[in-house]
Every structure is written in structure tokens, then in C-alpha cells.
């Protein structure tokens, strides 16, 4: 037991380790060479807690040549208003379109379908977002700039949360989330996350994804999957990190979405999903073995325990300072609760992000947005209900 707790607590240090590398000449400026036309697609469904910030972030950009196109379900969505009132505003940035319902793939994949015939030749970028994230003025332009001087086709980021609610669920939540946020930018690692994307149109439209999203749940996963098989580099750069604003209804809900989320990996990325459960049950074994052979008095376990919770303080102290800088004293007492908890939290969110890694493995059926659907395969999804609002 000694040899394993001291190799986990290796693997501890060198995460604190990581935490603070990340931190290195960051946050770097944003500074394109030019400023090509964008077109930023986004598919809504519903007016939750975080789509007026969204909006508003969306229009104050610091970028002079980009348009929205927004794609909805149907016509009546509560989200169409809000949209409605920035179009009234901006009539020549600001287009609606409406998809209908999905038939066997996802709503969003519908949505984001219905969208793609509005692009034009003069529409240079793509730029694909989510509807919850909260982003600073110069999100454009930091997608953009790693297209421009060749060094990725596909530019992602990440997503940093911020709690809405003062629920335990929440806060274990945004624990679970964290340890992705600063993770080493590798090529292995980096993924075409939904909410924040950019690549040029050539290249989205050289990867055929207006036919290869049919019938996917996962428009992010396939679309990461197309790329990496065309050979085409997915960069990730630390300074695109948007706030998503949570709140929860309590540990179901949050067990759905990580559960729904592994499921979506184990499909389109078996590999990744293994080494993720894999990573994910070390630690969570690593804590349980320290906590039961303190309780149970063996010195060893006790000073690995305490150096443990020691490495996840110091892990937060580095976050702290990764909000401040990206997002200044607000950003840092915005996330203030967060930051002082989760070092006690660290162990029982490790634990629980395991479980439901685990809980996945055979899992087929997700209720995502009122669809139940069941996944069959990366481009095989049947819809089984659909909840009446």
C-alpha cells in the first residue's frame, strides 16, 4: 500500500505541477493578422439563466466583420424573442433560422444542419458556439488568429464554470470540470469542443461535415473524429476559456450529464474514453486508500492524506490566479466560493467523476434537452421519446 499511495501522490504533485506551468506567460495577447469574415452558428433551445449574457457578450465583440446565425427548433422557442430583439438591432449581423424537429440524430445536429446552406463565399471562418458560455471581448479574435498564421486547422478551447446556485451538487460539479481546464495543450488531448470552434470554411466543407453530422448525437466528437482522420491539426489555445454559468438540480442531474458525456466519448473515442476512466479510477483509488489507512492510523497514509489535500490547496491557488488574470478581481470573486471549497471537495468529486465514467461503459440511452435518444453507433441515434412542452 506504501508504493501506491507514494506513486499517487506523485501523480498529485506533478498536477499542481501542471496547474502552475499552464501558467507561464499566460494569458498571451490576441493579435491576428487580419480580421477575415466570420460566421458564428449557434443552435438554441430555450431562454436559460445564461442567454442574455451570451448574447450580449456575443454582440460586443472586438471584431469588425462577423455575422450570427442562429438555428432553432421550432419557431415558438422561448429562446426566438430575445434573438428577435438583437436582430431588430442588428439586422445585417443577424440571421434566424428554423430547423424543425430531429428525426434519428440530435437536435442540435438539426439545428446546426439547417443553418449551414445560409453560409456564403464571403463567410471565410466558421465559427461554431454554444448558447450557455460567457465570453470576453476577444474570443473572435483568439479563435482566429491560430487559423491565420498556420498553425492549426481546427481551433477549440475549453470551458471554465461558474456557479448560478450555492447547491454541493454544483460545486462538486464545477470540481469534476476544473481538472480539464489546465490540462498540457497536446495534440492527443485537444478536441473540437462545441461550444467554442473555429476552422476555415474550405476546411469544414473539405471534411464533408454537412454529411458526416447526419445522424450523430455528438456534433463535436464526430466532427473532432473527421479531422483527426483527415490528418488536420486541432490546437487549443489556454486564453480561449469562456465562462459557462451552472446551476443544478442536484446530483441526478449532474450524474446524467458526466454519464451522457462519457457515453458520447466511449462511442466516438473508445480509446480516450478508456484512458479518461482509467486516469479518473487511479485517482479516486488513490484518495479512498489514503482516507481508509488514516482513519485506520497507518503514519504513511496520514502524511500522504495531508499532502494530498496540501497539493489540491495549491492546485486552487494556481486556478485563482488563472481567474484573476483572465478575468480580472470580478472574475476572481465570482469564483471565490468555488476556489475555497473545492480542495475539501477534490477527493468526493474524484470519486464520483469515476462512478459515472464507470456507469457509462454499457450505457446506450440519454434524455438530453427533454429527447431521449439511444446511440447505437457514431453516426446511428434513434430518438425513443420526446417530452411535450
Known amino acids: 500500500m506504501a508504493t501506491f499511495l507514494v506513486i499517487w501522490l506523485s501523480t498529485q504533485l506533478v498536477s499542481v505541477a501542471a496547474v502552475f506551468a499552464f501558467l507561464i506567460g499566460f ?34 465583440q472586438d471584431y469588425a466583420d462577423y455575422r450570427v446565425i442562429f438555428a432553432v427548433e421550432a419557431a415558438d422557442d422561448a429562446a426566438v424573442p430575445a434573438i428577435e430583439a438583437w436582430r431588430r438591432r442588428l439586422s445585417d449581423r443577424v440571421t434566424l433560422v428554423v430547423a424543425g424537429l430531429a428525426i434519428d440524430e440530435g ?11 445560409l453560409l456564403t463565399p464571403a463567410d471565410e471562418v466558421l465559427v461554431l458556439a454554444d448558447a450557455d458560455i460567457w465570453m470576453e471581448r476577444d474570443w473572435i479574435k483568439r479563435l482566429v488568429a491560430p487559423l491565420l498564421d498556420d498553425s492549426a486547422d481546427v481551433v477549440s478551447g475549453f470551458t471554465w464554470l461558474v456557479l448560478h446556485d450555492r447547491k454541493l451538487s454544483s460545486l462538486v460539479l464545477a470540481s469534476m470540470s ?17 461550444g467554442s470552434t473555429a476552422l476555415y470554411r474550405r476546411t469544414f466543407e473539405k471534411l464533408g461535415m454537412a454529411q458526416e ?3 450523430t448525437l455528438s ?10 482522420r483527415a490528418g488536420c491539426r486541432i490546437v487549443a489555445p489556454r486564453e480561449v476559456l469562456p465562462r459557462t ?43 479512498a486508500t489514503a482516507m481508509i489507512g488514516a482513519a485506520a492510523g497507518d503514519p504513511t497514509a496520514l502524511r500522504v492524506l495531508a499532502a494530498g489535500f496540501a497539493c489540491a490547496v495549491w492546485r486552487d491557488i494556481g486556478r485563482a490566479i488563472l481567474v484573476a488574470r483572465l478575468f480580472g478581481p470580478a472574475g476572481l470573486a465570482e469564483n471565490l ?20 465514467g464507470w456507469s457509462a461503459l454499457t450505457m446506450r440511452r440519454t434524455t438530453w434537452a427533454g429527447v431521449t435518444y439511444e446511440l447505437l453507433a457514431p453516426q446511428r441515434v434513434r430518438i425513443v421519446s420526446r417530452r411535450s412542452e
Open 27 to 60: 494569458p498571451r495577447p490576441a493579435t491576428p493578422a487580419r480580421e477575415p469574415k466570420v460566421a458564428v452558428i449557434v443552435a438554441v433551445k430555450g431562454h436559460g439563466t445564461e442567454l442574455d449574457g451570451f448574447l450580449a457578450g456575443l454582440f460586443a
Open 107 to 117: 437536435q442540435k445536429t438539426t439545428n446546426l444542419r439547417a443553418a449551414l446552406p
Open 178 to 194: 476544473a481538472g480539464l481546464v489546465t490540462i498540457p495543450r497536446m495534440p492527443l488531448l485537444n478536441a473540437a469542443w462545441g
Open 213 to 215: 453530422w447526419r445522424g
Open 219 to 228: 456534433d463535436d466528437l464526430h466532427l473532432t473524429n473527421v479531422a483527426q
Open 245 to 287: 454559468i451552472i446551476e443544478t438540480q442536484g446530483f441526478g442531474e449532474v450524474a446524467d450529464q458526466a454519464r451522457r458525456w462519457y457515453m458520447l466519448v466511449r462511442v466516438h473515442m473508445p480509446a480516450t474514453y478508456a484512458l479518461t476512466v482509467a486516469a479518473l479510477t487511479f485517482g479516486a483509488v488513490g484518495w
Open 337 to 356: 466560493r468555488f476556489l475555497l471549497a473545492d480542495p475539501v471537495l477534490a477527493p468526493f468529486a474524484m470519486m464520483f467523476n469515476a462512478g459515472c
